[in-house]
Structure formats: structure tokens, C-alpha cells
């Protein structure tokens, strides 16, 4: 996958490492799918999506790519499911210290693995936001601790792990889910204040990975494993909307898009969704305003990283 070409087209002046605010990291990846395989051609699909969609942002009246937004070069590893965490983990880190806001599009959902390792290591007292449908709280699957399956185990034992939208599980996930912390979508339906109990459930720094099987799939059909009784778009950004304005969202990930060729709309979904989190974040802040997003890498005793590198499956 070329990355040759700016983020959506924009303008060079706006594309560039040392004045962007915003870092874009693609990651090709579809090592440990386990149905419909397609999620490496993910960021492909989304930054092809990009390149056609209107900047100006009718809602916030922002064109948020005047921020800067800097188009990496893709994570291409896939030696091994571990190796992709690392080097996923490595550069997330990078940019993180460079004072980027860092965002990535996957690829499958294990990606988020060494993201949110490096998101965590950064910011103190982090809450990981996971909006999907799936719990993705399996401590090893198909002999790896590095499956989409497992993709926040490790973040519900080091983080403020906070789920919604889950509708799909294995029993054996019940061991490892907080149920105060996890908002099963058939409650969500019937709940009108459940955006308000998720908002009082984080903590000030936030991290978001978004799986696009959250969404339902009348809208989104095209990822691996869609499910029934998903959310809706309006609903969505209403409610990240809301965790933009109240919390300090420090990051955020998109995953497990595959794209269909015969349909485009979920590829411009998942574009136009990428970039209203993006004005969302800096609705407000003018384009010449310096970005402030304070971190403290390393603060914690110990190191996140090993403990789990001990851990047998």
C-alpha cells in the first residue's frame, strides 16, 4: 500500500511531520481473522474513501485537516502476531513522545493491542474506551495471546477498561468482564441514559478503539464478523460527540474494516467517522494554536510490557 499520496488529498503545507497535530498510522493487517478475511485491505479502502469525501465539517463548521494531519508510512509486519504488537507498540510510542495525536487504522482489532500498551505506558490513569460488539476479552486464542480475540484482555487488567455496544461473547470472557464496566447493547436499546453512565465511568484521559462491527450492519455490512443490533450513525456521534467535549480523548484507533468491492459505503463510512472524531477533537482550537497533550512516558513502577511477556497462555 502506497502512502505516496497525502491523507485525503490535502494540501503538502498541511501534510507535513513537524507542524501536524495529528499523526494517521495505517496497518495493514489480517493475520489472526477467523471468518471473513479482508481487514488488511482496510486502509487501503479507507484512505481511497478519504481522498472523496468533503473537509468542510458541516456540524462543527471546521475543515479539521487545516490542523495537519501526517500520513505514515504502513506497519507492514506480519512475521508473527507477537511481532506485529511490537512494532505496532514501537512506533505508536514514537509519535506519542513526538507530542502527536496519534490515530491508527487497522487491519484487525489485535493491532489495538500494542497500541493501547503504548497509550497506556504514556498517560496516567488511562480509561480505554472499547466500542464493539464482540467482548474480545480471551486470554489466548488459536494459540496466541495476539488474536483479535484477545484484543483488550490485556487492557482490562492494566486500564479503566470500559465496553459498549457488546453483544456477542464466549462464556468464558464472563471471567475477565467487569460487568459495572460493560454496556451490552440489548440494555443500550432500552436505557435512554446510557451515554451518561459510560461519560461517568471514564477517567480524564481516554484512549478509543472502535471496532466498526459496533455498528449495526444494515449500515456498515462490510467487516469480519457483523452482528445484529448494532448502533446507528446519529446515535454514535452523538455520543462521541459527547466523550470528545467532557474527557481528554488522547487518542484513538479505528479497526476490522473489510472493504467490499461491489460497495463502497462502508469504506466511506469508516472515512467519514475517522474524520468527525478529528473535528470533534479539535473543534475550538485554532489552526495556529499549539497542541498540548501532556504525557508522562513510563510514569507507572514497573513496566507494562513484561509483565505480560511472563504471562504463559
Known amino acids: 500500500m502506497s502512502t505516496t499520496k497525502n491523507y485525503a488529498g490535502i494540501p503538502d503545507e498541511f501534510a507535513q511531520l513537524e507542524t501536524a497535530k495529528v499523526v494517521l ?16 485491505k482496510g486502509p487501503k479502502a479507507f484512505l481511497e474513501a478519504s481522498e472523496n469525501m468533503e473537509l468542510y465539517d458541516i456540524e462543527t463548521g471546521t475543515e479539521v485537516y487545516e490542523q495537519g494531519i501526517y500520513l505514515t508510512e504502513p506497519i507492514t509486519e506480519n512475521k508473527s502476531p507477537e511481532a506485529m504488537v511490537d512494532a505496532v507498540h514501537k512506533v505508536t510510542k514514537e509519535y506519542i513522545k513526538r507530542n502527536k495525536f496519534v490515530t491508527l487504522f487497522g487491519g484487525e482489532h489485535s493491532i489495538s493491542i500494542g497500541t493501547i500498551r503504548a497509550f497506556n505506558e504514556c498517560f496516567d490513569n488511562l480509561t480505554v474506551l472499547h466500542i464493539d460488539a464482540h467482548a474480545d476479552l480471551r486470554k489466548s486464542y488459536d494459540g496466541t495471546k495476539y488474536n483479535h480475540a484477545c484484543a483488550v484482555h490485556e487492557a482490562s487488567q492494566t486500564t479503566n477498561l470500559i465496553q459498549v455496544g457488546i453483544r456477542s461473547m464466549d462464556s468464558i470472557e464472563r471471567t475477565f468482564m467487569d460487568d459495572d464496566k460493560t454496556f451490552f447493547a440489548h440494555d443500550m436499546v432500552n436505557d435512554e441514559y446510557w451515554m451518561d453512565k459510560v461519560v461517568e465511568s471514564l477517567t480524564d484521559n481516554v484512549f478509543i478503539t472502535f471496532d466498526l462491527d459496533a455498528l449495526d450492519p444494515s449500515i456498515l455490512p462490510a467487516t469480519g464478523t457483523p452482528e445484529p443490533g448494532g448502533l446507528f450513525y446519529y446515535e454514535t456521534l452523538e455520543f462521541l460527540k459527547q466523550i470528545f467535549e467532557d474527557k481528554n480523548v488522547v487518542g484513538f484507533d479505528i479497526v476490522e474494516l473489510c472493504p467490499n ?15 468527525k472524531m478529528l ?30 511477556e511472563d504471562d504463559e497462555d
Do not use: R
Open 261 to 275: 468491492e461491489h460497495d463502497k459505503s462502508s469504506d466511506f463510512l469508516a472515512a467519514k467517522l475517522y474524520y
Open 279 to 308: 473535528s470533534y477533537k479539535f473543534k475550538g482550537e485554532a489552526v495556529d494554536e499549539e497542541y498540548d497533550n501532556t504525557y508522562d512516558v513510563d510514569y507507572k513502577a514497573g513496566n507494562n510490557i513484561s509483565k505480560f
Open 25 to 40: 498510522i495505517p496497518v495493514p493487517y489480517d493475520g489472526t481473522s477467523t471468518w471473513g478475511k479482508g481487514a488488511d
